[in-house]
C-alpha cells in the first residue's frame, strides 16, 4: 500500500523560497504511469492543484504558479520535492502531496509571514 508524508517547515518569511519534500512508502515513485502531485488549501477556501511530475520524471504545473514553481525528484530516496520562489501571505496554506487517482498525505501547514 502507498503511503506519502510531507515534509518541511512550517513558517517560511515573505520572498523567500518554500520547500517540502514527500517521501513515498510501499511502492516506488519510478513505476510506470504513478503521476506524483502537489495540492495546496488556503484555510477556508478550495484544493488547488499546483504540479506534479511523472514516474519518467515529466513536470507539468499550474499556469498561475509556473513561473515560480519547480518540482523534481530523488528516486534513490523515493523523494519528490516542491519549491516555490518569492512565496507571499497568499501562499498560505496546506500543502498535500498525492499520487493522482490514489492516496494522500495529511498536508502539512504552511504559513507565509514575517
Known amino acids: 500500500q502507498v503511503r506519502l508524508q510531507e515534509s518541511g517547515p512550517g513558517l517560511v518569511k515573505p520572498s523567500q523560497t518554500l520547500s517540502l519534500t514527500c517521501t513515498v512508502s510501499?511502492?516506488?515513485?519510478?513505476?510506470?504511469?504513478?503521476?506524483w502531485t502537489w495540492i495546496r488549501q488556503p484555510l477556508g477556501k478550495g484544493l488547488e492543484w499546483i504540479g506534479g511530475?511523472?514516474?519518467?520524471?515529466?513536470?507539468r504545473y499550474s499556469p498561475s504558479l509556473q513561473s515560480r514553481t519547480a518540482i523534481s525528484r530523488d528516486a534513490s530516496k523515493n523523494q519528490f520535492t516542491l519549491q516555490m520562489n518569492f512565496v507571499t501571505p497568499e501562499d498560505t496554506a496546506r500543502y498535500y502531496c498525492?499520487?493522482?487517482?490514489?492516496?494522500w498525505g495529511q498536508g502539512t501547514q504552511v504559513t507565509i509571514s514575517s
Open positions: 498525492a499520487e493522482r487517482g490514489g492516496p
Open positions: 511530475i511523472t514516474w519518467s520524471g515529466d513536470t
Open positions: 510501499g511502492g516506488s515513485i519510478t513505476t510506470r504511469y504513478y503521476y
